[in-house]
C-alpha cells in the first residue's frame, strides 16, 4: 500500500462529499465504528487546527493529512495524502494509513449504498501469538475469491456463510459486501490483518468491522456474537 496517498472514487458529487467531512454526525456514519471517544476523536481530526479551501476542494488536518477532492464524470476522486509522521508519531503510521484506508472504502459505500440509512457497526480486534492468519482462520482462500466487484459465496470457519460481492482487497486488506448486514441491500465487512509492531504490538493483529444498516436489535447482536467468538477463539492473546 501506498502510505503517501490514498484514493476512492466515490459515487457522489463534490459537494455531498464535503458534507461528509464537515457535519459531524456526518463523518461519524464513515469514519472509525461505534466507540466511546468517536465524538472527540472527530473533533481533534477534523476540527481542531484543520484549514478548509474557499473552494470546499481541500481539507487541510493536523500533522500535514490532506482531503482532496476531485470532481469526475463518474461522481468525485476522494485523495487523502498523508503526512510524514515524526517523533512518538512514526510508530504508529503504518496502523494510521491502513485506517485511513478503511474509513475511505466506508465513505464510499456509505455514499453508494445507504446514503440516508443510519449505520451500525461491530468492532471486534486481538493479537495471536501463534501467528494466526486472518484469511486461514476464517477458511477464506483469497486466490479463488473474485476480483472487486464480481458475486462471492463463502462459508466461514465459524460455520457462518456470506454472500454478496467483493468491494476490494489489498495485502491486508478484504472488503465484502453481506447480504445480510442490511434490512435493505447489503452492508460491508471490512477484515484486516496487522503486522507485529514492538513497543506497540507484540504479536500479528487482526480487525473486523462491519458496517450494517437497517438491522434491528437481535439481527445486530447476532452478527457481534459470532464476531466477539471468532476473535476469543483465534486472536486470545493481549
Known amino acids: 500500500m501506498d502510505t503517501a496517498q490514498l484514493s476512492v472514487l466515490v459515487n457522489a458529487d463534490a459537494e455531498q462529499v464535503w458534507l461528509m467531512l464537515r ?54 476522486l476522494v485523495t487523502l495524502n498523508r503526512g510524514t509522521a515524526t517523533g512518538e508519531w512514526a510508530r504508529y503510521d503504518t496502523d494510521i494509513t491502513e485506517g485511513w484506508s478503511i474509513f475511505l472504502q466506508q465513505l464510499k459505500f456509505k455514499l453508494a449504498r445507504h446514503p440516508h440509512t443510519p449505520r451500525r457497526t461491530v468492532y471486534v480486534d486481538g493479537t495471536s501469538a501463534a501467528h494466526t492468519h486472518l484469511w486461514d482462520a ?46 435493505h441491500g447489503d452492508g460491508l465487512l471490512i477484515l484486516a490483518q496487522q503486522a507485529r509492531v514492538p513497543g506497540l504490538r507484540e504479536h500479528p493483529g487482526a480487525q473486523v468491522i462491519a458496517s450494517t444498516f437497517g438491522l434491528g436489535a437481535a439481527d445486530l447482536e447476532k452478527i457481534s456474537t459470532q464476531w466477539d467468538t471468532f476473535m476469543e477463539t483465534h486472536y486470545p492473546d493481549a
Do not use: C
Request: aromatic share 10%; net charge negative.
Open 23 to 76: 457535519e459531524p454526525a456526518r463523518i461519524a456514519q464513515w469514519h472509525g465504528w461505534e466507540m466511546e471517544g468517536l465524538d472527540d476523536e472527530i473533533r481533534q481530526i477534523y476540527y481542531d487546527n484543520v484549514t478548509e479551501s474557499p473552494d470546499h476542494l481541500r481539507l487541510d488536518l493536523g500533522r500535514g493529512d490532506a482531503f482532496i477532492l476531485t470532481p469526475h464524470q463518474d461522481g468525485t
Open 138 to 183: 476464517l477458511g477464506i482462500d483469497t486466490g479463488w475469491l473474485p476480483d472487486p466487484g464480481e458475486p462471492y459465496g463463502i462459508t466461514l470457519t465459524t460455520g457462518d456463510t456470506l454472500s454478496g460481492k467483493v468491494w476490494y482487497r489489498t495485502d491486508t486488506q478484504l472488503g465484502l459486501t453481506v447480504a445480510d448486514y442490511a434490512e
